[in-house]
C-alpha cells in the first residue's frame, strides 16, 4: 500500500528510483517526515545515572587503571542508552565524571573542545590552567575555553571525584576538533596552590573589569566560579522574593547564570551552565526547550520528570532533558540539604541554537 499523497507503483517509477540509487540521489518526497518532522524527535532519551552507582565505580577504576600519557584522564562518561553505544550524554554534549587518586597528576594537554568541571563533593584537587593554579572545591564552577593548556594534581591524601562537561559530540559532527599533548612536567611553580588564582584576582570581582588587560580569546577569564557567591546569589533571590519582589524565575524557583565577566555572554561559546534552586515544596511548571541539557542534583532530593519518566534524586545524581521534551522538578519538603531546597547545576547546547536562531521554549500546559 503506497503512502499518502506518494505517486502509484508502476514500472516506470521503479526505473526512475533505481537510477536514482545508481546515481546516489534520494528524493525528498520519501523522507521529508523524518527530515522535516513537525517539532523536534530527539535521538536521545531521557535517563538517570545515580551518583552513589557511579562514585562506586570510578574508585574502583581508580586502584586498576592508572593516569597518564595515552589514556591522559580517568574520565569515565555517560552513554545515553539511544546513541549506539556512542560516550555522548546527548547529540552535542559530553558528560563524565572524572576520578583522580591522591597524589596523581592527569597530564598537560589542551583540545579544541570547550569544557567546564563541576564539583559536587571534595576538595583539595587544583587544576593549572596556561600556568595559573586553580583551587577546586565543592559547588565550584571551573569552565575551560577552548585550546588552553590544563592539567589537574591531587596533593591530598584522598581521592576526589567531579563531572566534566564538553561539547565533544557537537565537535565530533561537525568535524573540527583538535588536540595536543602538552608539558610531561609542571614547573615548581604551579604545583603551589594559591588561595586565588591569577584569574580570580584580575576578574573574580563583581561589576569591575580590569581596564588594562584585554580578553580576546573565547570563552570566560574567570577560572573559577566560587560556590559562596553562587549560593549567596539565589538565596537572596528567595529572600527578596519573601519580601514582595517578584524577581524569581516563578515562585519559589530561583535561578543564575555563570557569565563572562569581560563580554556578559555565555563562560562558554557552545555551553550554558545555570544553577537552579527550588524551594522546599515547590513543584516547577513543566517546559519544553529546543536542545539538550545534562543536570546534576548538587543538594537536595526531590522528584524530576522528563516526559514520561519520572525519578526520585538525591545529592550527585545526573539525568538528561532531550532536545523538546517537558521537564519538571519538584523539591522534597525537609530534604536535608544545605540550603533546604532542590540545588540542580545544568548545562545545555543553548548558546548553539541562539546564534543559529534555533532556539524555542514553551511552557507545557
Sequence with gaps: MKAPDQPDVTPALEELYRGFEQELLVPLWTEIGDLMPTHPRSRAVPHLWKWENLIKLADQAGHIVPVGRGGERRAIALANPALGGRPFATPTLWAA????????????????????????????????????????????FLPQAGWNWHAHHNSTSKPMAWIDGLDIPFQYATEAQFFEYGRDEISDAERITPERSRSERLWGHTGLRPVSVKSTAPGSPLLNYKWAFTDAALADQLALEAEGYAGTVEQGHAAVRYTDPATGRDVLPTIRTEVHRIASGVETTPVKETGSSVYQVFDGSGVITVGDKSWTVSRGDLFVVPSWVPFSAKSEAGSGSDSGALDLFRFSDSPVLEALHLHRIETVK
Design 97 to 140: 565524571i572524572q576520578y583522580l587518586m591522591p597524589g596523581e597528576n592527569a597530564p598537560e594537554h589542551r583540545h579544541s573542545q570547550h569544557a567546564f568541571r563541576f564539583v559536587v563533593e571534595g576538595e583539595g584537587v587544583w587544576t593549572v590552567v596556561g600556568g595559573d593554579p586553580v583551587p577546586m572545591q565543592r559547588g565550584d
